[in-house]
């Protein structure tokens, strides 16, 4: 019994055989007696695994970059240290090791939108993004980003004006490419944490802008 | 190798459907397949860009109709297999048939945080100087190994300029193959749209790639 | 367009399996979409540019994944429904729901053979002089249009010389979008190994394209 | 219920559920689906389907373009014509039309062997050659053949000394190109008849040579 699964491409043509033999998909099988040969054979401790696990779930997640472009919003003297070692300044916060051990922090200007994206493979900074989002892994995403990523981005809902100029960040080698959005107007005196809540994950890839805080206001008055 | 993980530039896949910041997993067999593939890793059996080659020598089609840790999972498969951690015979029986072979031990519970937040740096000391410099234009060669290779199809033989030296690094084409760190310098190249989809690229638009020493040659400016 | 289509020079795919030469169809559902296909054809409702595009329109994953005949099928009922001629729930549901659109009147058993061997040339009288000689040197131009093109990814961007001057022919790139035939001189251009593929390329190999002069500009000899 | 077609790739490891599901596969379900829907709506005559079939599984194949090969090693005039205009040549011995409106003959020499592709679609030449094999409209043929044409020539056993140029025609036009393989030795004399049974289709695609009639001899004495 085989079955195709659920495509890079995003294919929504594609047929699916999920749970058609019994409540598994061939997929969750395969994972789950690989998963078991390796614990017999003493390859690996099943409570790593689930430390593994926890730690990309509750420990490593965008909310750590928000941190450091909040920082560097409001500190001018982290702002510096970041653009030239930002690896080391986001140490600073704690935030290091896997996916992360090369930083290079790309400011959004008024004039320059920066979008990053891997289109070999998936890189993506984990210690200060966590995962990456599935968009992110997607061949129409890794297709796409660096011959149309105004196409792209209007598909996220932001249409930049024709005179932004755009600046596409392939990440064909180890080093992780965080970028810091523009700080919204209006947002003056806010504390880094208040600030880190404008912060999205998507804004830190490209893929948005940081969150307006009138449209805060709005939702919060609705 | 020119397969199906060189995506970039390519067409057809549709549009890109975003998803909430929330959404770490999507079923339960992923956070297994992400466990498994960061504490195998972890035995020192094999490098970042093995495990990468073994992922895109996945045949294209499977390569596609898979979701990212589908290919994870059979890029494990295969690197097991190949360092004799575990046998074919093993996978299709789903059982234990032969003694473990001897590793380093492996990665405890307690180590996670640790490993994880120290992670494995990929930069070397330079034991030359670097041929380029920032401002320099230099031209990307064309290459097409049969093996692995981080320099993207759509950016071969394109005239670019050097922007940033990042410093010396492992030079993943031998690396991917056993031989060795083979370290050198990489540099962040820029290209003007026009520069890789011709007149009728966006002309605000501008990419980057990181590219090691080995990839470029000088051009005139 | 970047499609699955777009073959040359990929790698991943494995080893080529000749077969023997009595082998025409597989499976009687080839010969159905065959014949069907050629009949369809026949009504005049489209041209061979805009099959081609149908079919390399499908999402890569599909393409890849099916074969060849079963290409043809998926490309036929996208150039129906694009036409009118059957909807997507008549597809679905297997059972006419609607009258058919007036077409011109189906071809005939009788007509067969003859419509076989007149076949649809492509060539046009010449409405101006060719721009390029045999024996000029031309580059192809570095061009990625979403729409169809006949000019392959490997051999962009690429020098080499003129070898023939087909004559004038209809132009792919337009005629599979409804504008016309739009015909061009059309040349074969050939290529060392070196120039498309780099300094590991076959050292006794030539590869030639037929190239429309829209694809091409003179270059240093 | 969906199923997963032999691939163009020729993947091994792709599953297949024909018949999974009482005997037919989706595929044949699906273009048996089309055919009625076309022969109610009066789009195709279900005769001209068949007499479409009975064309190219009796009337036009591979025996043709063998012809048109021996006529030209056995006839020095109709050589340079078939070299000089292939369309007409070819239209001399009855074959013409469809996916052969525009012939050109690449002879091969002692040191050049040439090869024939489609890397964009499976441009074939129909009236000499037939419907193509599988192996010529799949991707393992169609992205190989212009990048190790060699290393596809040894896996039909045909290993060419590295001395030996190659020339790859990629038929990205309506130009389409016979292969005419050397007239192997010790065939002087011979009839047109005995020369075309040495005249396989995969000479005439450039994924082989024409058959020794040592070899042949060979197998009539065993």
């Known amino acids: 019994m085989g079955s195709v699964p659920p495509p890079i491409g995003g294919d929504n043509h594609a047929h699916r055989h999920d749970h058609d033999d019994g409540g598994l998909a061939d997929i969750e099988l395969r994972v789950r007696a690989l998963e078991s040969l390796m614990i017999e054979k003493g ?3 099943p409570a790593a695994l689930d430390a593994i696990v926890e730690t990309y779930e509750t420990k490593i997640g965008p909310r750590n970059g928000a941190r450091v472009v909040a920082r560097s919003w409001a500190d001018p003297a982290f702002r510096r240290w970041l653009n030239e070692d930002a690896t080391a300044a986001i140490g600073s916060l704690g935030y290091s090791g896997r996916q992360g051990e090369h930083m290079t922090a790309v400011e959004n200007t008024a004039d ?3 979008l990053v994206v891997c289109t070999l493979c998936s890189c993506y900074p984990w210690p200060v993004l966590g995962l990456p989002p599935v968009w992110y892994k997607s061949a129409p995403y890794r297709s796409r980003a660096v011959i149309d990523p105004r196409g792209v981005l209007a598909e996220f809902g932001l249409r930049l004006p024709a005179s932004t100029k755009i600046r596409v960040w392939d990440s064909t080698a180890e080093i992780r490419y965080l970028v810091v959005p523009l700080r919204p107007a209006g947002t003056e005196g806010w504390s880094e944490e208040r600030l880190a809540a404008l912060v999205s994950r998507d804004s830190m890839v490209g893929a948005g802008l940081a969150t307006d805080p009138a449209s805060l206001a709005g939702e919060a008055a609705a | 190798m020119n397969g199906a993980q060189d995506l970039g530039g390519m067409m057809g896949f549709g549009p890109v459907a975003g998803e909430p910041e929330g959404e770490v997993f999507h079923a339960d067999w992923e956070k297994r397949a992400l466990a498994l593939t960061i504490a195998s890793g972890a035995l020192g059996e094999w490098n970042i860009d093995m495990s990468r080659h073994a ?5 294209p ?7 990212y840790y589908e290919v994870w999972i059979k890029g494990l498969e295969k690197l097991l297999v190949a360092r004799e951690l575990v046998t074919s015979e093993e996978i299709a029986a789903s059982s234990v048939l032969h003694a473990p072979r001897p590793t ?15 992670g494995t740096p990929c930069d070397r000391p330079p034991q030359a100087p670097a041929r380029f410099k920032v401002g320099q234009a230099v031209r990307t060669l064309n290459v097409n190994p ?3 290779t981080r320099l993207p199809r759509y950016a071969r033989g394109k005239r670019g300029r050097i ?6 690094f492992i030079f993943p084409d031998a690396n991917a193959h056993g031989l060795g760190p083979s370290a050198q310098w990489l540099y962040l190249v820029c ?4 520069e890789l989809w011709g007149r009728e690229g966006d002309p605000a638009l501008d990419v980057s790639i990181d590219a090691w020493e080995s990839y470029l040659e000088g051009a005139a400016e």
């Open chain 1, 43 to 45: 390859y690996v401790d």
């Open chain 1, 112 to 114: 320059v939108h920066n």
């Open chain 2, 55 to 59: 992922r895109e020598t996945l045949h």
């Open chain 2, 61 to 67: 089609t499977d390569y596609l109709a898979s979701s």
């Open chain 2, 104 to 118: 380093s031990p492996p990665l405890a519970a307690a180590d996670v945080a640790p490993t994880l937040a120290k």
């Open chain 2, 146 to 148: 049969s093996g692995h």
């Open chain 2, 163 to 168: 922007e940033r030296v990042h410093g010396v």
């Open chain 2, 191 to 194: 290209f003007p749209a026009s």
